[in-house]
């Protein structure tokens, strides 16, 4: 498997406090990975860091996509390298619609279809993001995304406040950002979700899964066994199982 | 009433008052004469670099007009109206044609207001009258474009609008000098009578040069059941303006809007509106949007409450975008009376980190960023207007060249 991301000994602080701690983790193509871990772990502020927020200050190790080291790279050149990301709680734009938004991220998107595919139709006369519920702010991180069409995407939990119907069609929006649709062997788009509940994971396919606890990245392994794990023991269940590695 | 003696005699002696807020021009460094330029019969048959200055301010004098006027320096060269409820005319044959036309003219502005307003009244009327007749409603713009093309002239305007009962009417006006146009001068004096039940919409889109001083002097009032939607944008780069029109609220249940849109590079602009609201149900809106990257924008708002149920609201937002800038914004609120509704709110900020970062991670560089998030401010959410125009003016903020410092 080819490796897309790789991330190696990576420590980031803000404003001088250490937010990750020596963290690696390792992204083949055309895989889509879970990101588990308690709240005020690090998992939002490492899909930051990978995607480069500027307060996101790298202290130490790198991150490497696609073969170059992007540990420096702004934030518009790691996303024109093929880098999306569906923010938890993004901003909103007053005077931009987000029919407009659609071509400026990608003239050669089909907005109609996107906006369609996502049930957002009456949302592209819109200013971004201004006065959506949160699970209408979910659903236009992913029309975003249809457009962008990223090699690498970022879901910082997508499934917040979204209710069950909505909660399929935006896991089935990512298996297409991850051509899930496709033989694993022709795919080479690949992603990382960040998940508190898992149900999203009933409607879109992942290959890998990884526990973050104290600012890095503690276990790695297999989605359902880790989740089930997870449901079974708490996160203190994955404490005690990683004493005696650690 | 101002009998035209009256109006020399009182201007006379304002000839050197300054004005209440603004800089003070030196009326006596430009040209007063203007060479006269030939009437033509079309809009086709105006000089391409006026055509292309009109386009420029938005006003495109095709078929999807009522009707047009164009002024160029002192000289109407083009009056004409291409719907049967509007007239529009140069207002020195207006004055000749009607006698009533003097019940109207200098009501709404002194001519002694100031040095600038007593300069309009000493010299000959050049402008337009425009009448839409009772009942007659068009959804078409009259599209007109005061057009200063000498450099150093002193350029004298005086307009009056008239809707009468019943009747619609849409304004769209350029004012623009062309590149070559150095230094100029435009002292433009507007009368707006909108009367029962009448609808208008004004809408004024300036593009001047970086020598170019600019003293509108407005003035409008309102009868019953009116409404007004009222646009101003100024987008390119101005030595000077400075405008505070007044309208006064008068007939039970009329409604003004305000709108205000400003991108300033430089000079010195001092803008807003003064209203009055004198009736009872009467409603007025104020709306501005600043950005500067440079230059010294004042933005005023005033509304004073005569009446209870009046209800009166003003924004004033302005995005700061280089320490080469100055925004001031004064709102004010003068409630005279019990059971008013009036509040404002005033902001003077920056471009939010947080957006701007949004708009990177898909892709955006900061520059086209900034553009993006200085573009949708300044779009602002004009009520009143016809769709078609709506976009007209939502074009001419889109083709600008918006950037931050």
Known sequence: ?246 | MHVPGEVKEMSEKARDKKALYGTDVDLKSYESKAEAHQEVATPEELPSDVKKAALDVGVSLDKESSGAYVQMDQSPVIAESMYEGVEVMDIATALEKYDWLQDYWWKLVAPDADKYTADVAQSPPAGYFLRAKAGAKTVFPIKSCLYLGSTNLNQRVHNVIIAEEGSELHVITGCTTPAHVQRGLHIGVSEFFIKKNAKVSFTMIHSWGQEVEVRPRTGIVMEEGSSLSNNYILLRPVKTIQTFPTCSLNGKGAVASFNTVIYSTMGNIDVGSNVFLNAPDTSAESISRVVSVGGDVIARGRMTGKVPGARAHLECVGLLLSDKGRIYSIPELDGQSRDLDMSHEAAVGRISEEELEYLMTRGLTSDEATSVIVRGFLDVEIKGLPEELKQEIKNITQKEDLNGA
Request: hydrophobic content about 40%.
């Open chain 1, 1 to 246: 498997m080819v490796r897309l991301l790789e991330i190696r000994n990576l420590y980031v602080s803000i404003g001088g406090k250490q937010v990750l701690k020596d963290v690696n983790l390792r992204i083949g193509s055309g895989e889509t990975h879970a990101l588990f871990g308690p709240n005020g772990t690090g998992k939002t502020t490492l899909l930051n860091a990978i995607m480069g927020l500027p307060r996101y200050e790298v202290d130490r190790g790198g991150i490497f996509f696609k073969g170059q080291d992007i540990t420096r790279m702004s934030m518009d050149q790691r996303a024109k390298l093929g880098i999306g990301m569906a923010f938890q709680r993004p901003p909103a734009i007053r005077g931009l619609k987000l029919k407009d938004l659609i071509k400026i991220i990608n003239p050669k998107a089909d907005g109609v279809r996107i906006l369609k595919q996502m049930d957002f139709e009456n949302f592209a006369n819109r200013d971004v993001n201004r006065g959506f519920s949160g699970g209408e702010v979910k659903r236009s991180e992913m029309v975003q995304l249809l457009a962008q069409q990223p090699d690498f995407t970022m879901l910082d939990e997508p499934d917040s406040g979204v209710d069950l119907e909505n909660i399929k069609l935006i896991g089935e929006a990512i298996d297409v950002l991850t051509q899930k649709g496709t033989r694993p062997s022709a795919r080479n788009k690949s992603g990382i979700i960040i998940t508190h509940f898992g149900h999203i994971l009933d409607y879109m396919k992942t290959d890998r899964a990884h526990v973050m606890l104290g600012r890095s990245v503690v276990c790695s392994g297999d989605p359902k066994e880790i989740l089930e794990q997870i449901k079974a023991n708490g996160y203190e269940g994955c404490v005690a199982c990683m004493c005696p590695a650690k």
